[in-house]
């Protein structure tokens, strides 16, 4: 990958949300660290100067989400805490590179237009830059699909993104949270932190309905574990009981929804009850991102061109569409192409701060 601003210049782009800090450098190296943003706001800073160390940026992208978290009274609160932290790590450096360029720039989407501003001008105009993450990926995606009508399903830990292009443009109708809840290109449903109490209210076992205890018990990562879309990690124990993210312990969490346990149900049906859940947040996703999106059945699916789908949850949404007939080896005249067959595994779970390095490589030359 090119530098994008001076031979000798590191450029890092970070995506800092509310659980995870997403960052991409300039000479390849991706990756995601747990943060919770919203437990430990001041520690933000110490974050991002542990990041400047591993990788000695000479400029930074910025994008976000994490001002939504609510330790943020407003919004703009968020953002201004934010761009302080990222200035604050990046101290001790000349405004500007030696080409020129400003140290520190934010993505910013107001009126729907997109680029880049400085601090000061993010500051101004604070919902222009308020989780702008998902316009920066979608303009990087209908560069490089400049005909025809293309849908970009992007989902992360906590949410997915639903973004129809046209002829390469971003023709989302939704600019903020607010208004993509509003038309359905934001859906509340991610890959691992969304409480599955909030997904359905019913699931089926052995032919018996139960009612879902309205508690966080378990989580989607769940349901990843139990069906082995995810591995097992020993080590992360950001779940719902605090216990880790393993198989095994998914049972327990998953069994613990309907109040029962590992001396009443078995493993089979822990795996049941996580496919009634899957069936829940799927038909949520794909009734957003298709019905709502001016289709009138899961059949009008093909008047898109093409969907394009990525981020940490992109092994969910292939599974999916694979369960719909459609997927990257698809015959029929729609495919689902995955972004991770095109940039790699580590690119796509850092999508948005991927995205920044191509449009800033993109306004260098």
């Not at 971003?170 to 691992?192: I, M």
């Not at 109040?259 to 795996?271: L, P, Q």
Request: net charge negative; charged share 25%.
């Amino acid at each position: 990958m090119a530098d994008g601003c001076g031979e000798h210049v590191n450029v890092l782009a970070l995506d800092i949300g509310g659980a995870n800090i997403k960052w991409a450098t300039s000479s390849g190296a991706y990756g995601s660290h747990p943060f919770a943003l919203w437990k430990a706001p001041e520690l933000l800073v110490d974050a991002l100067r542990v990041l400047d160390r591993e990788h000695m940026p000479g400029r930074w992208l910025v994008t976000m989400t994490g001002e939504l978290c609510d330790c943020f009274e407003t919004k703009r609160a968020g953002v201004e805490h934010i761009l302080q932290a990222v200035v604050s790590a990046a101290s001790g450096k000349k405004d500007e590179d030696e080409n020129g360029n400003a140290r520190v720039v934010v993505w910013g989407c107001g009126r729907g237009a997109g680029g880049f501003v400085s601090v000061d001008d993010a500051r101004d105009d604070p919902m222009s830059v308020s989780a702008a993450n998902w316009h920066a990926q979608a303009s990087v995606i209908g560069r490089r699909y400049p005909v025809g009508r293309t849908l970009l399903i992007d989902m992360g830990s906590t949410t997915t993104d639903v973004i129809p292009l046209r002829d390469g443009r971003v023709d989302a109708v939704g600019l903020t949270d607010t208004g993509r809840l509003a038309t359905g290109e934001l859906v509340y449903v991610g890959a691992r932190r969304t409480a599955l109490m909030g997904v359905v209210d019913r699931v089926v076992c052995q032919g018996q309905t139960y009612r879902v205890m309205n508690e966080r018990f378990a989580t989607a990562l769940d349901v990843q574990l139990l069906l082995g879309r995810m591995n097992d990690d020993a080590s992360n124990v950001d779940t719902a009981d605090n216990r880790p993210a393993t198989r095994d312990c998914a049972v327990t969490r998953m069994l613990r929804m309907i109040g029962a346990d590992r001396e009443m149900m078995s493993v089979d049906d822990a795996v049941a009850i996580a496919r009634s859940f899957d069936n829940a947040m799927r038909q949520r996703v794909l009734d957003e991102s298709v019905l709502s999106l001016g289709a009138n059945s899961h059949d009008d699916v093909h008047r898109w061109d093409r969907i394009v789908i990525s981020g940490s949850g992109e092994c969910v949404l292939s599974a999916w569409f694979a369960d719909l007939g459609l997927d990257a080896n698809s015959a029929q005249r729609l495919s689902v192409e995955r972004l991770g067959d095109m940039v790699g595994p580590q690119a796509t779970e850092a999508a948005c701060a991927w995205a920044l390095l191509q449009l800033d490589q993109e306004k260098e030359d």
